[in-house]
């Protein structure tokens, strides 16, 4: 009884935070005026261009060390993607709370592109935050059944998000002003 309880606030919890948290970083991001953090903030998307290449990585790696039954190193590195992930959530919060967003300056078959990847990206962050946080779950309850038919979506979404983050990050970085 006090498990099924447990597991029923876990899953209220996963719920809470799968709205709470695009909600919180909208808000974020519509702040009216932008926080005065200094200069420093505008080597944030360097980092979090390194951050989002960082996760990619370790989603590859947990990925080849599941198929070679590789467990304790599969465990590790999606746990390191995990912690990135949220490293990647403050500093792009940060970043986009204190400075104005940089235009797309590309033209030609390259805007649409962008676009594209750009749309896709942010519309799938938002959708695979409640994957993660399930597949997270079920994996460190030893709910292994229910965490294999979760990643057969999550992990490439999470790994389409990664990539398409640097992808992103590569294409407009040519047009930060700091």
């Not at 926080?35 to 290449?53: C, E, K, M, S």
């Not at 960082?54 to 599941?66: E, K, Q, R």
């Not at 999550?154 to 970085?173: D, K, N, Q």
Request: aromatic letters at 14%; charged letters at 10%.
């Amino acid at each position: 009884m006090a498990a099924a309880l447990d597991q029923k606030k876990s899953l209220v919890w996963i719920r809470v935070l799968s709205v709470a948290i695009p909600v919180a970083v909208a808000v974020l991001l519509g702040l009216p005026t932008k926080l005065d953090l200094g200069d420093w903030v505008y080597t944030l998307p360097h980092i979090i261009g390194a951050v989002n290449t960082l996760t990619a990585i370790c989603l590859l790696v947990a990925f080849i060390a599941v198929k070679k039954k590789l467990i304790d190193a599969h465990k590790r590195f999606n746990s390191l993607a995990f912690i990135l992930g949220a490293i990647f959530l403050v500093l792009y919060v940060l970043y986009h709370a204190s400075a104005e967003s940089t235009p797309f300056g590309g033209e030609g078959i390259v805007r649409p592109i962008y676009y594209f990847l750009l749309i896709s990206h942010i519309v799938l962050s938002i959708g695979v935050v409640p994957l993660v946080l399930l597949a997270f779950y079920y994996a460190l309850n030893g709910m292994i059944d229910k965490h294999k038919k979760i990643v057969k979506y999550t992990f490439p979404i999470w790994f389409y998000v990664s990539v398409t983050g640097v992808t992103v990050y590569l294409m407009i970085s040519p047009y930060y002003a700091h």
